[in-house]
T-cell receptor
Framework: NAGVTQTPKFRVLKTGQSMTLLCAQDMNHEYMYWYRQDPGMGLRLIHYSVGEGTTAKGEVPDGYNVSRLKKQNFLLGLESAAPSQTSVYFC?????????????????FGDGTRLSIL | KNQVEQSPQSLIILEGKNCTLQCNYTVSPFSNLRWYKQDTGRGPVSLTIMTFSENTKSNGRYTATLDADTKQSSLHITASQLSDSASYICVVSPWMDSSYKLIFGSGTRLLVRP
């Protein structure tokens, strides 16, 4: 049982280049999330998805796009990379919310993609 | 503004000793409070989740407490082991937040020395 798998693990880009980060989960979770983690700061939500074919903006969506064509996959795209996007990117997934309120289910995280933009 | 503040930023203890990490939050109302452990180079792993009505929850040598009146939580680690060296992150889930946004603290980095 792999859980949440992120590829690639490391990447170095030049400013202006594009790339796609892939997240795959094998737990049949409805919800998936993309976060970035920067030194001295808490994780910040970039985009999220509550089901196949649906996506929504999080706290810091600018410069990123996402797609959820299949339930098990959630892709994060950088169209024109900037040095400010140098970060560690984490994907997470979880079961859907319990009826009537916020979910008490844990989010399961991948091991991250370390991205440097030169 | 919803915030989660953790203290200390870093902590060094000797193997076998106990320690307590603190989390103060301003998120109100909230649904649950979570503690995650993040090993270096890995993703966070859930340790405990407490709803607003719970006071304490344990997971092995980890015990989390919650005081909703003072908006404080603590994570107590008993008989520390070298493998406890990691960052510990406090996370609060706002009540009925339609944006699914969790509020993450910046973490406490714990180093356990032999």
């Amino acid at each position: 049982n792999a859980g949440v798998t992120q590829t690639p693990k490391f990447r170095v880009l030049k400013t202006g280049q594009s790339m796609t980060l892939l997240c795959a989960q094998d737990m049949n979770h409805e919800y998936m999330y993309w976060y970035r983690q920067d030194p001295g700061m808490g994780l910040r939500l970039i985009h999220y998805s509550v089901g196949e074919g649906t996506t929504a903006k999080g706290e810091v969506p600018d410069g990123y796009n996402v797609s959820r064509l299949k339930k098990q996959n959630f892709l994060l795209g950088l169209e024109s990379a900037a040095p400010s996007q140098t970060s560690v990117y984490f994907c997470a997934s979880s079961y859907s919310r319990t009826a009537g309120g916020a979910s008490n289910q844990p989010q399961h995280f991948g091991d991250g993609t370390r991205l440097s933009i030169l | 503004k919803n915030q989660v503040e953790q203290s200390p930023q870093s902590l060094i203890i000797l193997e076998g000793k106990n320690c307590t990490l603190q989390c103060n939050y301003t998120v109100s109302p909230f649904s649950n409070l979570r503690w995650y452990k993040q090993d270096t180079g890995r993703g966070p792993v859930s340790l405990t989740i407490m709803t607003f009505s719970e006071n304490t929850k344990s997971n092995g040598r980890y015990t989390a407490t919650l005081d909703a009146d003072t908006k404080q939580s603590s994570l107590h680690i008993t008989a520390s082991q070298l493998s406890d060296s990691a960052s510990y992150i406090c996370v609060v889930s706002p009540w009925m937040d339609s944006s699914y946004k969790l509020i993450f603290g910046s973490g406490t980095r714990l180093l356990v020395r032999p």
